[in-house]
C-alpha cells in the first residue's frame, strides 16, 4: 500500500490513538491537510492516485531496538517535501513546499522533513526559524540546490546566505543526499580575486551567499551529508552552543575563493569528527568568541588549513579558548595550523592544542601571524590579542617550500606570545631543500624535543612586560 495512505488511514482510524503517541498538533495538520488537497487538485496532481490526497506521513516506524513500541518509544513522524507539493525535477521552484514540510514538522515532536533521494530540488534563498517541538530532523537523501549563480538569484533575496536555520534547538541535518551549492558563476564574478586583468580584481557586486548558516541555534548536529560547491562559506555557525559535526564530505574546487569549510563564530561546545573537507578557503575557521572545540578526524585537501581568527580587526576585542585539534590530515594546503590577528586588537587566545596532525605538502604548516593584513598598508599599534598557552604536538609530514619556512611565529611586537610548547614536530621539503630559517619573532616558550627544522628563536620563561594592552576575558 502507498505509503502517504497508509498513513492517512490510520491518520483516520487511530485519530485518538495517534494524537497521543505521535503527533500533538495533529488538528491543526489534519486541516493543512483538506487544504493540501484542494491545492493537488487544482493542480492535477498524483492526489487522484491515492484514497487520501498526498499527505506528510505520520507513519508510526518502530525502531529496531523497540519492537513493541509504548506510547513512550514512537518513532518519527515522516514529512515527505513531496507531499507539500515539491517537485523536485531540478527547475521548478520548491521553495514554497520546503517551508510548509518545516511548518508542518516543527509543531510536531520527533518529526523527521525527507528530501527523497530520486529528487534535485531547488529552493530559492529561506530561513527555517523555530522554536520547533523536540527533535526535528532534516534527512537530505536526494539533492537540494539553490538558483544557479547571480542572474537567476531572485532580485529581493538576500545575496549574503541561501539556506539560513534560525532558533533552533536540538535540530539534525542528515542523509545520503548532496547539497550542492552551484557556486561556480559567482566564484567568477569579476570582484573575486584575481578574476580582473593580470590577476587583479575589479569593483563591482560582491556578496555571494554562504551556503548554510545556523543563527542562534543550539545542540544542532550534521550528519553524513556531501555537501560541495558552495557560493561562499559552506556551513557557518553563529551564536551557536552546541554542535555537533560527523562524517561531512565537503568539497569544492582549489580555486574557489572565500569556501571555507566549516566556519564557527561566537560559538562554544563544538565537536567536529571524521569529515572529509577539500576547498578553496580556510578547511575550519575559528572566529571570536569560540570556545570548547573539539576536531578530530579531519582531512583538509587543498585548502588554506586549520584557522584560528583573523581575530582583533577594527581594534576589536576577541576571545577565544580551549579549542584542540587532533588526528587531522592536513595536504596541498596553503597553511596548515595558524592563528592570525590583527595588529590593534585585544582579548586573549588561550589553551589551544594542536596534536597528532600530519601533513603532507603543505606551505606554512605551523603559523602564527599577529600582523595579518589584507591591504599591505596595515600600521603597527601598540596592542594586539595576546596569545598564550599554545601547544604543538606530534605534528608531522612534508611541507612545500615555495614561499616560506615551514614553521613561522610571528608575535606582535606590543604584545608577545608566551607558554608555547612544541615536541616531536618534524617537517621535511616535500622537494628540494630543506628550509632551516624558521621564522619567529617575540615567542616565549619551551622545545620539549628538538624541532626539525630546528627553531632557535623559541625565548625562556616570561617577558617582562605583556604591554598594555593585555585584557582579561
Ligand atoms: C541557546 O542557549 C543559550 C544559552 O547558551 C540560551 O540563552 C538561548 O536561549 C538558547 N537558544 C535556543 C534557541 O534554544
Ligand atoms: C537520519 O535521521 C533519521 C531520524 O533519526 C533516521 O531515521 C535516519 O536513518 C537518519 N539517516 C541517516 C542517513 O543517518
Ligand atoms: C575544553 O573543551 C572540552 C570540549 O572540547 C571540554 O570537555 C573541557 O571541559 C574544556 N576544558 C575547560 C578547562 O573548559
Ligand atoms: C602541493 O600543494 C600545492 C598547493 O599548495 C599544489 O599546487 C601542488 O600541486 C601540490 N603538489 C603535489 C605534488 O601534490
Ligand atoms: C611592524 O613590526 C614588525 C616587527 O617588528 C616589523 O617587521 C614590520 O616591518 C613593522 N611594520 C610596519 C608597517 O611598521
Ligand atoms: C601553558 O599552556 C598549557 C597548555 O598548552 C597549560 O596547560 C599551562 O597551564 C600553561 N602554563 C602557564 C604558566 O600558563
Known amino acids: 500500500m502507498d505509503h502517504c495512505s497508509y498513513c492517512y488511514t490510520n491518520l483516520v482510524t487511530y485519530f485518538v490513538l495517534f494524537s497521543i503517541l505521535c503527533c500533538q498538533h495533529l488538528s491543526n495538520v489534519l486541516v493543512k491537510v483538506e487544504a493540501r488537497a484542494h491545492y493537488h487538485k487544482k493542480k492535477g496532481e498524483k492526489s487522484s492516485t ?38 523536485g525535477d531540478g527547475a521548478t521552484d520548491d521553495t514554497a513546499a520546503f517551508q510548509a514540510a518545516w511548518k508542518a514538522a516543527c509543531a510536531v515532536e520527533s518529526s523527521v522533513i525527507v528530501v527523497p533521494s530520486d529528487g534535485k530540488f531547488m529552493i530559492t534563498s529561506s530561513i527555517f526559524s ?33 539556506l ?9 541535518m542528515n542523509g545520503t543526499g548532496t ?19 593580470h590577476g587583479s580584481t575589479l569593483p563591482g557586486p560582491c556578496d555571494s551567499p554562504a551556503m548554510i548558516r545556523f543563527f542562534l541555534s543550539n545542540n544542532t548536529r550534521l550528519i553524513g551529508l556531501r555537501i560541495q560547491n558552495s557560493p561562499q562559506f559552506h556551513i557557518k555557525f553563529d551564536g551557536c552552543d552546541g554542535v555537533h559535526i560527523d562524517k561531512l564530505q565537503i568539497n569544492s574546487p582549489e580555486n574557489s575563493p572565500n569556501t571555507d569549510g566549516i566556519h564557527i563564530g561566537d560559538t562554544k561546545n563544538v565537536g567536529i569528527y571524521n569529515s572529509m573537507i577539500a576547498n578553496g578557503d580556510d578547511c575550519i575557521s575559528i572566529g571570536p568568541g569560540c570556545s570548547e572545540v573539539d576536531i578530530q578526524g579531519v582531512v583538509c585537501d587543498h585548502s588554506h588549513g586549520i584557522s584560528i581568527g583573523s581575530l582583533g580587526v577594527h581594534n576589536s576585542r576577541s576571545c577565544v ?14 597553511n596548515g595550523v595558524r592563528i592570525k590577528t590583527w ?62 619556512a615551514p614553521i613561522h611565529f610571528a608575535c606582535s611586537d606590543a604584545v608577545p ?18 628550509v632551516d630559517n624558521p621564522f619567529c619573532w617575540n615567542a616565549y616558550g619551551i622545545q620539549q624535543t628538538l624541532t626539525i627544522p630546528p627553531i632557535d628563536c623559541l625565548q625562556d620563561g616570561m617577558p617582562l612586560s605583556l604591554g598594555e594592552a593585555v585584557a582579561g576575558c
Open 321 to 334: 579558548s580551549n579549542i584542540t585539534v587532533r588526528g587531522a590530515l592536513i595536504k596541498n594546503s596553503d
Open 50 to 87: 491515492t484514497i487520501a490526497p498526498s499527505s506528510p506521513s505520520y507513519a508510526p516506524v518502530p525502531s529496531s531496538d523497540a519492537p513493541d513500541p509504548s506510547p513512550t518509544q514512537q518513532g518519527p513522524c515522516i514529512f515527505d517535501v513531496t507531499s507539500y507539493g515539491a517537485v
Open 164 to 172: 539560513v536555520f534560525y532558533r533552533l534547538d536540538g535540530f539534525t
Open 130 to 162: 523555530g522554536p520547533c517541538k523536540p527533535g526535528l530532523v532534516l534527512q537530505i537523501d536526494g539533492v537540494l540546490m539553490p538558483p544557479e549563480g547571480p542572474n537567476c538569484w531572485p532580485k529581493s533575496d538576500s545575496k549574503k546566505q541561501w
Open 343 to 404: 595588529q590593534g586588537g585585544s582579548g586573549s587566545v588561550s589553551d589551544i592544542s594542536f596534536q597528532d596532525i600530519q601533513m603532507e605538502n603543505t606551505t606554512n604548516s605551523i603559523i602564527i601571524d599577529q600582523y595579518y593584513c589584507l591591504t599591505k598598508e596595515c600600521r603597527n599599534q601598540t596592542s594586539a590579542v595576546y596569545l598564550s598557552g599554545v601547544s604543538y604536538n606530534n605534528i608531522k609530514g612534508t611541507y612545500n617550500n615555495v614561499r616560506s
Open 417 to 434: 606570545c608566551t607558554n608555547i610548547t612544541m615536541s616531536e614536530v618534524e617537517l621535511l621539503p616535500a622537494q628540494g631543500a630543506l
Open 179 to 197: 547539497i550542492e551549492g552551484n557556486g561556480h558563476k559567482w566564484w567568477e564574478l569579476p570582484c573575486k580575486p584575481h578574476r580582473g586583468p
